[in-house]
């Protein structure tokens, strides 16, 4: 199990952010996503193997853009 931080750009509003919390959560893989307006930041539990394109498609899915990951 690992915990990736990723940088959101483009939320402006709780539903946002809780739209990418949901497309995230729907990765396979991912066992838990939160999404924090305020930091533009997103914390994610995901297996080890996850594949970090996959996450960057479902934040994209929702009109949003992952510029860092950690």
Known sequence: MKKLKISIEGMHCASCASNVE???SKVSG????SVSLMLKKGNIECEDKINIEDIKKAVAKTGYKVVKVE
Request: glycine share 0%.
């Open 22 to 24: 949901k497309s995230v």
């Open 30 to 33: 991912v066992k838990s996503c």
